[in-house]
């Protein structure tokens, strides 16, 4: 894709400014935190001082007051790098931050937003429980009101930033016998785990209090996505004021529904980053190894790979560019935004994998980036909804109207 036939200055200078942030700082140390599974503090600081934790809000909510595809070109250009910053962008963005934006009080925008999108303090989303994955209708998480409060019990399970998060959105169930209308969602706060936070200084805000019964859980030791946080959440009679629910009530499944919709279009971007950033890899690597006398790129048998690894490349690029063009025009895109999912996760996979096949032995080892982005790229195929989901969304899509 010609980036200057489709993209305005200003999102080629959000491209380079994260090109440049990724080659110098991320690729440097991203083997070591995959190694150590520890939170890289100490950039994702300097990501919110680059203003790349708050790229789509608007500036007198402490935002970039960039667009969409800025957003997109952001987390797209990280993953070529490194999948675990691209996820802390989007994750912090859209699962963390956009609901209170989308579906807060002017209130709750002016309270938590700056917070957020300056990268001050890390937020989260939770929706997945131990029995709701896939059904994600199947919340058993309660929150019950009292004395002009909701009280919450129960347990959120895989949820990114969660140990080092400060603010999250959640659901929980208010009305048992309405199904997905019985479902609401609140803002939570609790203390973030700031014990490998070297210099840095971001990750608490003073005027942000622990709810007491509200911590995180279990930290998973993850195949991929190491460098980015995935622990439980647990609430213990949370007592959580009525002015921290989100959204009026028995909302929160179809905002969590909508959020999702452009968290797919993240991932889909992410995605791509880790198809692309292994297809750069194996094109040089091809370009100097040689073999029988001359660089292996020289064989018809690694060219097709690679020329099939930039085709695919190219497509995923139109569907996930036009899904975000969609997004940001306000035009329906929840079709748009899991065919994007679907097609650049599954690439992925595939170009990792091929990554390593020309790498031969030598993109078995941890020697070479193209292993750590094999393992990145699985999770894509999972998270905010499996490639089953994504399939099930288009056909619905595909077939409303058509069917009783
Ligand atoms: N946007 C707006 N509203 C939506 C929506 C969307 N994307 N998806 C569903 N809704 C609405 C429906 O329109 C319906 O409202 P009405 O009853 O008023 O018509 C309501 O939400 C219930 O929807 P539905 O009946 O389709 O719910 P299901 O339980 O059948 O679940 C799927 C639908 C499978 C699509 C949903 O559970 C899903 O996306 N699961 C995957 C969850 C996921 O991605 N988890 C990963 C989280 S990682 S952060």
Not at 23 to 35: I, L, Q, S, T, W
């Amino acid at each position: 894709m010609d980036d200057s036939l489709y993209f305005s200055e200003q999102h080629i200078a959000v491209r380079d400014l994260v090109r440049e942030f990724a080659r110098d700082e991320v690729a440097p140390v991203a083997a070591r935190f995959d190694a150590s599974q520890e939170f890289p503090w100490e950039n994702i600081q300097k990501m919110g001082e680059l203003g790349l934790l708050g790229i789509p809000w608007p500036e007198d909510l402490g935002g970039a007051g960039l667009d969409l595809l800025s957003y997109m070109i952001a987390i797209h250009e990280m993953a070529k790098v490194d999948a675990s910053h691209g996820i802390t962008i989007s994750a912090h963005t859209t699962l963390g931050t956009s609901p209170i934006v989308n579906f807060g009080t002017q209130q709750q925008k002016e309270r938590f937003v700056p917070l957020l999108a300056s990268g001050r303090v890390l937020g989260g989303f939770g929706l997945t429980e131990p029995t709701a994955g896939s059904d994600a209708a199947g919340t058993r998480s309660t929150a019950v009101r009292r004395n002009g409060h909701y009280v919450l019990n129960g347990t959120k399970n895989f949820i990114t930033h969660g140990g080092v998060g400060e603010i999250f959105v959640v659901t929980a169930v208010t009305d048992p016998a309405a199904g997905t209308k019985g479902i609401t969602s609140f803002i939570l706060t609790k203390e973030a785990d700031l014990s490998h936070r070297g210099s840095a200084t971001i990750g608490h805000d003073p005027s942000l209090s622990n709810m007491t019964g509200f911590r995180a859980g279990k930290k998973e030791d993850k195949l991929g996505w190491r460098a980015s946080d995935t622990r439980e959440l647990i609430f213990e009679d949370v007592e959580v004021p009525e002015e921290n629910r989100l959204g009026d009530d028995g909302m929160g499944f179809i905002n969590f529904m909508q959020t999702l919709d452009a968290g797919r279009v993240g991932i889909a971007a992410l995605s791509l980053g880790i198809a692309e950033g292994a297809f750069e890899q194996a094109l040089q690597y091809a370009s100097e190894r040689k073999q029988f006398g001359r660089a292996i790129a020289n064989f018809q048998g690694i060219q097709f790979q690679l020329s099939d690894m930039a085709t695919e490349i190219e497509a995923g690029k139109h569907l996930m560019y036009h899904a975000a063009w969609l997004a940001q025009h306000r035009k329906p895109y929840g079709k748009e935004a899991a065919i994007a999912k679907l097609f650049c996760s599954e690439l992925a996979m595939r170009s990792t994998l091929k990554a390593i096949q020309i790498h031969g032995g030598y993109g078995y080892t941890k020697d070479y980036p193209v292993e750590r982005m094999m393992r990145d790229a699985k999770i894509c195929e999972i998270g905010e909804g499996t490639s089953e989901i994504q399939r099930v969304v288009i056909a619905r899509h595909l077939l409303r109207g058509l069917l009783d």
